[in-house]
C-alpha cells in the first residue's frame, strides 16, 4: 500500500429504497441543481470529484458531496423557509456532520442568481480546515470578565 490516503467514498449497506430515491432524485434535478451540477461535475472545481445525490446509511441524501474534503452542498428552496423546516435542516446538519461531512447551504436563487459567488464560497469552504468547536470567549460583563 502506498502513502496515499484511502477516501471511501460510497458506504456499504445503504437500504434499497434509500438508492432508489436517490436514482430518482438524480432524475429530476431543480434548475440551481442542474447549473451546480454542471459546474462541479468532472472535477471541473480544483479537481476535486463530488457526486450528486450521495445516500448516507443514516437515511440522507446530499444534495452533492466530495468525499476528498469532506463537504457536502445543500441547496434549499422556498420550502426550506418555513420555520418548522429550519428546525429540521440544522438537525439534519447535526447528524450529518456527526459524520465528519461538513455541511454548506446556499438557496437555489443564490446558485442561480449569484453563481460566482456561490462558487467562491465553495472553494474557501471546501479549502479550509474544519472549525474548532471552541468554547464561547469570554467578554466583559459590568467590569467583570465572564464567559459565554
Not at 502506498?2 to 434499497?16: F, M
Not at 448516507?56 to 476528498?68: K, R, T, V
Not at 422556498?78 to 438557496?107: C, M, P
Amino acid at each position: 500500500m502506498n502513502d496515499k490516503e484511502i477516501i471511501v467514498t460510497v458506504e456499504a449497506g445503504i437500504r434499497k429504497e434509500l438508492l432508489k430515491n436517490t436514482r430518482e432524485l438524480r432524475k429530476c434535478l431543480t434548475d440551481a441543481e442542474k447549473l451546480l451540477w454542471k459546474l462541479l461535475r468532472n472535477r471541473r472545481l480544483n479537481h476535486w470529484k463530488f457526486r450528486r445525490q450521495h445516500p448516507l446509511s443514516a437515511g440522507f441524501i446530499l444534495d452533492f458531496y466530495c468525499a476528498e474534503t469532506r463537504v457536502a452542498i445543500e441547496l434549499d428552496g422556498s420550502y426550506h423557509k418555513d420555520q418548522e423546516k429550519k428546525i429540521l435542516d440544522k438537525n439534519r446538519t447535526a447528524e450529518i456532520e456527526k459524520y465528519g461531512i461538513r455541511v454548506i447551504r446556499f438557496w437555489n436563487a443564490e446558485v442561480l442568481d449569484e453563481t460566482e459567488s456561490v462558487i467562491r464560497r465553495i472553494v474557501e469552504f471546501s479549502s479550509s480546515p474544519p472549525a474548532l468547536r471552541a468554547t464561547p470567549s469570554p467578554t466583559w460583563r459590568g467590569g467583570k470578565l465572564s464567559h459565554g
